[in-house]
C-alpha cells in the first residue's frame, strides 16, 4: 500500500495563531488526498477532499475560510487551521487513494493539535 | 448520502474467543468495504476489507462478511489475542476515489 507521511506529528499552539499540517505521498503521486479531523474517542469525520492543481471539496459544516487546503502538487497536500481556537484542539489526519487497489485509503500518522 | 452504524461500541473477549462486530450501511451504490483496526494515538490500518461481488472474505483469523441485500456486514476475529485490542472501524465507499464513510467504532478489549 500507499506510504504516507505528516508533519508535525504534534502541535501546541495558542490562540489566535495559524497552524499549518503537511501530507505526502511518499511512493506515488496522489491526485486525491482526504482530510479528516477525529475527536477523542470518536470516528473519523472527513473534513474535505484535497484535489491536486484545483479547489478543495470541502464536507457540509466545515468552514473552508478556516481550514485552508493547498494540494499544489502530486505528493503534497497541506492543512492550514486559521486562527486556531481551543475547540479545534484535535487528530488530523490526511489519506491517500491508490498505491494499489484504486479505492484503498491509506493514511498518514496523523498530527496531534492543542490549541491553548 | 452514505450513513454506516456499528455495533457494539464496546466489546470484552477472552483471549482464546472470538469477537463479532457488525455493521450496515444505507447507500446501495456502496461497493467496498474496509475494515480499519486503530490503536491509541496511531493511525487506521486496513486489517481486511471486501467488495460488493464477494460473500465472504477470510485471512487469517480475520474474516469479513457482506450481506448485500441486507446491506449488512461483519468482521469475525477468532482465536483473539491481547494484541487485537484496539478500535474498529468498519466503512463503506462507492468505490474510484470516491469518500469514505467510517462507523462510529468498536473498542474491543481481549483479557489474558
Known amino acids: 500500500g500507499a506510504v504516507v507521511s505528516q508533519h508535525p506529528s504534534r502541535v501546541i499552539c495558542k490562540s489566535g495563531t495559524s497552524v499549518k499540517i503537511e501530507c505526502r505521498s511518499l511512493?506515488?503521486?496522489?491526485?486525491?488526498m482526504f482530510w479528516y479531523r477525529q475527536f477523542p474517542k470518536q470516528s473519523l469525520m472527513l473534513m474535505a477532499t484535497?484535489?491536486?492543481?484545483?479547489?478543495?471539496?470541502?464536507e457540509q459544516g466545515v468552514e473552508k475560510d478556516k481550514f485552508l487546503i493547498n494540494h499544489a502538487s502530486l505528493t503534497l497536500s497541506t492543512l492550514t487551521v486559521t486562527s486556531a481556537h481551543p475547540e479545534d484542539s484535535s487528530f488530523y489526519i490526511c489519506?491517500?487513494?491508490?498505491?494499489?487497489?484504486?479505492?484503498?485509503?491509506?493514511f498518514g500518522p496523523g498530527t496531534r493539535l492543542t490549541v491553548l | 448520502g452514505e450513513n454506516v452504524e456499528q455495533h457494539p461500541s464496546t466489546l470484552s473477549v477472552q483471549e482464546g474467543d472470538s469477537a463479532v462486530i457488525k455493521c450496515t450501511y444505507s447507500?446501495?451504490?456502496?461497493?467496498?468495504f474496509p475494515w480499519y483496526k486503530q490503536e491509541l494515538g496511531k493511525r487506521p490500518q486496513l486489517i481486511i476489507d471486501?467488495?460488493?461481488?464477494?460473500g465472504e472474505k477470510k485471512d487469517q483469523r480475520i474474516a469479513v462478511t457482506l450481506n448485500k441485500t441486507a446491506k449488512h456486514f461483519s468482521l469475525h476475529i477468532t482465536e483473539t489475542q491481547p494484541e487485537d485490542s484496539a478500535v474498529y472501524f468498519c466503512?463503506?465507499?462507492?468505490?474510484?476515489?470516491?469518500?469514505?464513510?467510517f462507523g462510529t467504532g468498536t473498542k474491543l478489549q481481549v483479557i489474558p
Open positions: 447507500d446501495s451504490a456502496s461497493n467496498y
Open positions: 489519506s491517500v487513494v491508490g498505491g494499489g487497489a484504486v479505492d484503498t485509503q491509506y
Open positions: 484535497s484535489n491536486e492543481g484545483s479547489k478543495a471539496t470541502y
Open positions: 471486501i467488495r460488493s461481488n464477494v
Open positions: 466503512a463503506a465507499t462507492s468505490g474510484g476515489y470516491q469518500k469514505v464513510t
Open positions: 511512493d506515488f503521486q496522489a491526485t486525491t
